[in-house]
């Protein structure tokens, strides 16, 4: 089950939406998320885990500028996997 594996689900403003934060809500796990501001009663956020969601945005940036992850040139899930974990060990 997922709500095992993680403690939080961050993401920004895009899904701020009661059919998103319910699912989450179910499945056990904590939504981090940033109220649209637009939002007629704006939900609370934890502020300070909101704030690795820039530090997992930046690693992907810099995954994507290996031309062997960006493209996924690896045939299986083993062999990409493996060479995301290379390239992360490098960054």
Do not use: C
């Not at 993401?11 to 059919?19: E, I, K, P």
């Not at 940033?34 to 956020?45: E, M, S």
């Not at 031309?67 to 040139?73: E, G, I, K, M, S």
């Amino acid at each position: 089950m997922i709500s095992d594996r993680i403690e939080a689900f961050l993401a920004d403003r895009g899904y701020d939406a009661d059919a998103i934060r319910e699912e989450i809500a179910a499945a056990g796990v904590q939504a981090v998320i940033p109220a649209k501001a637009n939002r007629r009663t704006p939900a609370p956020h934890d502020r300070v885990k909101y704030r690795w969601r820039n530090l997992v945005e930046r690693l992907f940036n810099k995954l994507k500028n290996w031309r062997r992850v960006a493209a996924r040139y690896d045939k299986t899930k083993e062999s990409y996997l493996g060479f995301v974990a290379l390239a992360s060990i490098k960054l």
